[in-house]
């Protein structure tokens, strides 16, 4: 039988490798990073420049966030996110769990789930591995994520290792799950994705990946590891990093995990991270990531570069006639200066924080395409280097 995606590898230099991920929805070439589309869109930045400038071949979706507004039922009644929104090519959805940990009110976490109120409203919410499937299946995203609780970053070894053991039995439970609702969600029932799935040997049913966890414990994530690759699952992440810890912990985990996944298939870091720490963990191995900074820092101004980090509002791009980026090939490094980009921020218009966070999704996108290029090449070292010297030269202090 066909299987939900089809992960192939195209070249490798040391850790590093570029692959090409194929779901039901687009063809995603590795290393990737996956605009973070909390609500269903990427903020500030329409389908069209995503689609047609940034080329982003999957956005992630947030389970929590969708499950308190709209609501399951309304996307549901819409025909799952891709036809709500109007996004056509892939998308991954997080499980809910980490919300729940990091956003959510009085939570009360037991065997079966986690209860909780909404940060919206106060109401009583609950969530478990069934009901994050049950979600997702909704939603209709390609690759679904399974349910975890994920452990502060400076956890001690007693409360990660009974986080982890509960980890373990989720995913169990939301495997089990998951399987439920690909036989009953009338999958394959949509004509043209059906045949693109035939079309791509897939069969055309949802992906599920799996979650290392573990916190700063390497002796715990071998164990979360081999326990979860027991279970089974499309594709693996590492979650729990960027979660407060030192870089160097978070560092230590990733070249410690990161080759010890499956190689046969995806390899996901979850939530992180800086320009660096990207480059970083594609060196030990890591296909995919995701991240709200390039957005987030784009709201408040900051804005990535091949130079380093700079932020908009400080006082030395007042007559600045410059790009954002001297070598960005995006359009708003085309059109506009430093010094009217600062303007409108200064000035409170709109267009500041939208065009800021269109350049910085196109310098992470196209930072992936210049690694993906230098592992082809069998030089990503030489590559992360020279990326890493330059984005140390001008940063900014303090953004
Ligand atoms: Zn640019």
Same mark, same amino acid.
Request: net charge negative.
């Given at each position: 039988?066909?299987?939900?995606?089809?992960?192939?590898?195209?070249?490798?230099?040391?850790?590093?490798?570029?692959?090409?991920?194929?779901?039901?929805?687009?063809?995603?070439?590795?290393?990737?990073?996956?605009?973070?589309?909390?609500?269903?869109?990427?903020?500030?930045?329409?389908?069209?420049?995503?689609?047609?400038?940034?080329?982003?071949?999957?956005?992630?979706?947030?389970?929590?966030?969708?499950?308190?507004?709209?609501?399951?039922?309304?996307?549901?009644?819409?025909?799952?996110?891709?036809?709500?929104?109007?996004?056509?090519?892939?998308?991954?959805?997080?499980?809910?769990?980490?919300?729940?940990?990091?956003?959510?009110?009085?939570?009360?976490?037991?065997?079966?789930?986690?209860?909780?109120?909404?940060?919206?409203?106060?109401?009583?919410?609950?969530?478990?591995?069934?009901?994050?499937?049950?979600?997702?299946?909704?939603?209709?995203?390609?690759?679904?994520?399974?349910?975890?609780?994920?452990?502060?970053?400076?956890?001690?070894?007693?409360?990660?290792?009974?986080?982890?053991?509960?980890?373990?039995?989720?995913?169990?439970?939301?495997?089990?799950?998951?399987?439920?609702?690909?036989?009953?969600?009338?999958?394959?029932?949509?004509?043209?994705?059906?045949?693109?799935?035939?079309?791509?040997?897939?069969?055309?049913?949802?992906?599920?990946?799996?979650?290392?966890?573990?916190?700063?414990?390497?002796?715990?994530?071998?164990?979360?590891?081999?326990?979860?690759?027991?279970?089974?699952?499309?594709?693996? /992440? %590492?979650?729990?990093? !960027?979660?407060? $810890?030192? +870089? =160097?912990?978070?560092?230590?985990? @990733?070249?410690?995990?990161?080759?010890?996944?499956?190689?046969?298939?995806?390899?996901?870091?979850?939530?992180?991270?800086?320009?660096?720490?990207?480059?970083?963990?594609?060196?030990?191995?890591?296909?995919?990531?995701?991240?709200?900074?390039?957005?987030?820092?784009?709201?408040?101004?900051?804005?990535?570069?091949?130079?380093?980090?700079?932020?908009?509002?400080?006082?030395?791009?007042?007559?600045?006639?410059?790009?954002?980026?001297?070598?960005?090939?995006?359009?708003?490094?085309?059109?506009?200066?430093?010094?009217?980009?600062?303007?409108?921020?200064?000035?409170?218009?709109?267009?500041?924080?939208?065009?800021?966070?269109?350049?910085?999704?196109?310098?992470?996108?196209?930072?992936?395409?210049?690694?993906?290029? /230098? %592992?082809?090449?069998? !030089?990503?070292? $030489?590559? +992360? =280097?020279?990326?890493?010297?330059? @984005?140390?030269?001008?940063?900014?202090?303090?953004?």
């Amino acid at each position: 039988m066909h299987a939900p995606i089809d992960f192939k590898l195209t070249a490798s230099d040391g850790e590093a490798r570029t692959g090409i991920i194929k779901t039901r929805r687009s063809i995603i070439e590795t290393p990737v990073f996956m605009p973070v589309g909390t609500q269903g869109t990427v903020k500030g930045v329409r389908f069209e420049w995503l689609e047609d400038e940034l080329d982003a071949r999957i956005i992630l979706g947030n389970t929590y966030h969708l499950f308190l507004r709209p609501g399951v039922d309304v996307i549901r009644k819409l025909g799952g996110l891709h036809k709500f929104s109007s996004w056509t090519r892939s998308i991954l959805t997080d499980s809910g769990g980490y919300q729940v940990f990091s956003l959510a009110q009085m939570r009360k976490l037991t065997e079966d789930g986690v209860e909780f109120r909404s940060h919206i409203d106060g109401s009583k919410c609950f969530l478990s591995p069934e009901i994050s499937m049950d979600i997702q299946a909704a939603l209709d995203s390609e690759i679904v994520m399974a349910f975890d609780e994920c452990p502060p970053g400076d956890a001690g070894h007693d409360a990660t290792r009974k986080s982890l053991d509960l980890t373990v039995r989720w995913a169990r439970r939301s495997k089990e799950s998951f399987e439920k609702t690909q036989q009953s969600e009338g999958f394959n029932s949509e004509t043209g994705r059906k045949n693109q799935a035939d079309a791509l040997a897939l069969n055309g049913r949802q992906a599920l990946f799996g979650i290392i966890q573990g916190a700063g414990h390497l002796d715990l994530r071998s164990e979360s590891l081999e326990r979860t690759v027991e279970i089974g699952f499309d594709g693996y /992440a %590492i979650g729990g990093l !960027s979660v407060g $810890e030192e +870089k =160097n912990v978070m560092y230590g985990v @990733l070249e410690h995990t990161a080759p010890k996944m499956p190689k046969d298939k995806p390899r996901y870091l979850m939530g992180v991270g800086t320009p660096e720490d990207l480059l970083e963990a594609i060196s030990q191995g890591v296909d995919m990531f995701d991240c709200v900074l390039p957005t987030r820092n784009g709201r408040t101004g900051g804005a990535f570069t091949s130079l380093g980090k700079i932020n908009i509002r400080n006082a030395r791009f007042i007559e600045d006639a410059g790009p954002l980026d001297p070598e960005c090939s995006c359009s708003v490094c085309g059109r506009y200066s430093r010094a009217y980009l600062r303007h409108l921020y200064q000035a409170g218009e709109m267009a500041a924080p939208i065009l800021i966070s269109h350049h910085n999704l196109a310098f992470y996108l196209n930072t992936m395409r210049a690694a993906r290029e /230098a %592992i082809t090449r069998g !030089s990503y070292d $030489e590559f +992360k =280097n020279s990326f890493l010297e330059k @984005l140390r030269e001008n940063q900014d202090s303090g953004v």
